[in-house]
């Protein structure tokens, strides 16, 4: 399967794997997701869903790592935990996975869901990092982690 076939195949599922999202997410019960409400939540999954599909497309994750360190720092200085935005990542990812395996072809299953997890898991490191990059900036000027390594002398 070529990059535009997956793309094309996440266009093509894109209410079902959001709504699949959607649900995932509900049964999380994330503070933030639930007061945010459900067209909120349905607004953000879909802006990432189109990141998705631009990165597969493109194979370029430029785009998707500019978008993820900008909602970490929308996400950080709203309150969120990174968990709960990771939680939306996994989310879509999950719910693409889960189209791509009942629908593409085996032989092409491999590309698809590479392709796919390349893109989110950039999406997810980026995120991640700039998570701690502002957390660092603003709670502790530096991370101490000597005691997950003691006996290691």
Do not use: C
Not at 59 to 73: K, N, P
Not at 95 to 124: C, F, H, N, Y
Request: charged share 25%; hydrophobic share 45%; proline share 1%.
């Amino acid at each position: 399967m070529a990059d535009s076939d997956t793309a094309t195949f996440l266009r093509r599922e894109r209410q079902s794997i959001l709504r699949s999202a959607g649900e995932s997410l509900g049964r999380m019960h994330a503070r933030h997701y639930e007061s945010a409400g459900a067209e909120a939540v349905r607004e953000r999954l879909g802006a990432l869903f189109d990141q998705l599909v631009d990165g597969v497309e493109k194979r370029d994750l430029g785009a998707m790592i500019a978008f993820s360190r900008r909602i970490a720092q929308e996400r950080y200085e709203a309150g969120y935990d990174l968990s709960e935005v990771q939680v939306a990542f996994n989310a879509l990812e999950e719910a693409s996975w889960t189209r791509v395996l009942a629908d593409v072809d085996p032989s092409q299953l491999a590309e698809a869901l590479g392709l796919i997890g390349t893109v989110l898991g950039a999406g997810k490191d980026a995120l991640a990092r700039e998570y701690v990059s502002l957390a660092a900036d603003t709670r502790a000027p530096s991370l101490d982690l000597t005691a997950l390594f003691a006996g290691t002398d």
